[in-house]
C-alpha cells in the first residue's frame, strides 16, 4: 500500500478554474473540478483507495472510470515530482 501527499512547496491558486504551479518543472497546471477535489485531498496523506472513496461520495460517476483516472493521475504527478509517494504514512510530529 502507498501513502500519497501533495509536495509542501507546490503553490495552488483557488480560482476558476484552479491553477497549480509547480517549481519542478516550472509548469502551471490547470485543473478540473476533480482534480482540483484530488489535490485538496492530497495536502493530507491518503492512499488511492481513500481517494476513490472519497471521489465517488463527491462526483456521479463509475468505480472503474474513477480508478483508471485516478492511477494514471496520481502516476503522472508522481513523476512530475507534484505529489510524493511512500510505503510508509508521514511521521506525526508530537509537541514537547
Known amino acids: 500500500m502507498f501513502f500519497y501527499t501533495l509536495q509542501s512547496n507546490v503553490f495552488i491558486k483557488k480560482s476558476d478554474p484552479v491553477l497549480l504551479y509547480s517549481p ?11 482534480a482540483a477535489y484530488i489535490i485538496k485531498i492530497l495536502q493530507k496523506s491518503s492512499t488511492e483507495e481513500q481517494i476513490i472513496k472519497m471521489v465517488l461520495a463527491s ?3 463509475k468505480e472503474k472510470t474513477v480508478k483508471n483516472d485516478i ?3 496520481l502516476a503522472e504527478y508522481t513523476k512530475r515530482g507534484i505529489i510524493l509517494r511512500s510505503e510508509l504514512p508521514p511521521l506525526i510530529k508530537i509537541r514537547q
Not at 24 to 34: G, I
Open 59 to 61: 462526483f456521479e460517476t
Open 71 to 73: 492511477q494514471k493521475f
Open 24 to 34: 519542478f518543472d516550472k509548469s502551471v497546471y490547470e485543473l478540473n473540478d476533480v
